[in-house]
């Protein structure tokens, strides 16, 4: 029997593996994103916080002297974001599916806030320019570089799990989609994978289970 080819664009833990145990898959594994740390100092800062990925929250908790601050109030983006702020002692306001529904959110609940918020290196101009738009004050550190790590890949994949829009770009530099199905972790990198691909597949819980998930649904007839 062919064995169906996926590619993990980041390396999986040894739990999320074991979800394609079953044998009529082949799996790859590249981190095609390097996150690479940085030195920075949080700025005084008594408003509200933006995070809006996991690694944000990981660079920013990595510096022992931000191990014991409780910041003000949170907004982020991802049960898993929220879940690490809050094994960090942090209580979160407001979660959202993604960056968008999280500006429209801020716009209509919050907006007479004063916003830090914390974001790799890469910018989300559309995330910022809502809230020009909008004349909310926000301010931005950068926390981490996010940095492309990519490979020229031989084989061909029947599916690709996408986890951000720089991941797509990283693996596109040495790299073709063709005919591959897209698995994208939310809203925001299918939106951005649908540049360059028909075939793209979006989660409606951003987690790398649900995509895992997800890809494993797409071929239980095959």
């Known amino acids: 029997m062919k064995k169906i080819k996926i590619l993990s664009t980041k390396i999986l833990?040894?739990?999320?593996?074991?979800?394609?145990?079953?044998?009529?898959?082949?799996?790859?594994?590249?981190?095609?994103?390097?996150?690479?740390?940085?030195?920075?100092?949080?700025?005084e800062h008594d408003g509200s916080w933006i995070f809006t990925s996991q690694n944000t929250v990981n660079a920013v908790f990595s510096i022992s002297k931000n191990i014991n601050i409780i910041f003000n109030k949170i907004y982020c983006v991802g049960e898993n974001t929220k879940s690490i702020?809050?094994?960090?002692?942090?209580?979160?306001?407001?979660?959202?599916?993604?960056?968008?529904?999280?500006?429209?959110?801020?716009?209509?609940k919050a907006k007479n806030e004063k916003f830090l918020f914390c974001r790799s290196n890469i910018k989300n101009n559309d995330f910022t320019a809502?809230?020009?738009?909008?004349?909310?004050?926000?301010?931005?550190?950068?926390?981490?570089?996010?940095?492309?790590?990519?490979?020229?890949?031989?084989?061909?994949?029947?599916?690709?799990?996408?986890?951000?829009?720089?991941?797509?770009n990283s693996f596109l530099k040495n790299n073709k989609l063709d005919s591959s199905y897209c698995i994208c972790i939310g809203d925001t990198t299918a939106s951005y994978a649908k540049n360059y691909s028909s075939n793209v597949v979006s989660c409606k819980t951003p987690s790398i289970k649900?995509?895992?998930?997800?890809?494993i649904k797409l071929f239980e007839n095959e």
Not at 92 to 106: G, H, R
Not at 153 to 161: G, N, P, Q, R
């Open 210 to 215: 649900h995509v895992i998930k997800k890809t």
């Open 13 to 43: 833990n040894e739990d999320l593996k074991k979800m394609f145990d079953d044998k009529k898959f082949d799996l790859f594994e590249h981190d095609f994103i390097k996150i690479s740390s940085i030195n920075f100092e949080l700025p």
């Open 130 to 168: 809502f809230f020009k738009k909008e004349k909310i004050d926000l301010k931005e550190i950068v926390v981490y570089n996010n940095q492309p790590n990519s490979v020229t890949l031989d084989d061909k994949f029947e599916a690709i799990m996408f986890y951000s829009p720089s991941g797509i």
């Open 85 to 108: 702020l809050s094994k960090n002692g942090q209580k979160v306001e407001k979660t959202l599916k993604n960056s968008s529904k999280l500006a429209n959110f801020i716009s209509k």
